[in-house]
């Protein structure tokens, strides 16, 4: 997926901790529309959530931050977060974030239903998740409470996977 002209980067996948949250921390002010609270953080250290950073020369480039929820019944993954510095978005690196979830974290789970929330006026954003085969499920006004957050809208989306 990654745009043509651009390298595709070659990544390592890290996991949390204590030692590196503050660098999973600048990714998600630096690329996402809301802030989170520390709280938020002390949950992603712990075992009921996943989360997997992306390197590049030993250089944290991105993350993503996922947990078990339910859609409809269904088991599923939610990505609560997924984000990429500036400079390196479009080389493939959030679909290597998403992939390496699915793979183990779904997988691990048996699950087959990927849900997650995005701005929708994130055009980019959206995009990537229509290429990755997501679907819109339903549109969401005023989701996002923070006055920061500005259209506060958001679209749900979702992805099957066949096993």
Known sequence: MADKGKQRLQIEF???NEKN???FQKINLETLPTVYSSHFYQLVLGPARYTRLAFHND???GAIS???DQDNGVDCMYIMTIGVL???QRMG???QLLRKAMSE???ANKMTRCILHVQESNVAAVNFYLKMGFTQIERLENFYTQPSVVPPHALKMGLTINK
Do not use: D, H, R
Request: aromatic content about 14%; overall charge neutral.
């Open 14 to 16: 890290g996991l949390l």
């Open 21 to 23: 949250i503050g660098q």
């Open 59 to 61: 250089l944290t480039i």
């Open 66 to 68: 996922c947990k078990y």
């Open 86 to 88: 500036p400079s390196y």
């Open 93 to 95: 690196v959030a679909e």
């Open 105 to 107: 974290f779904m997988m």
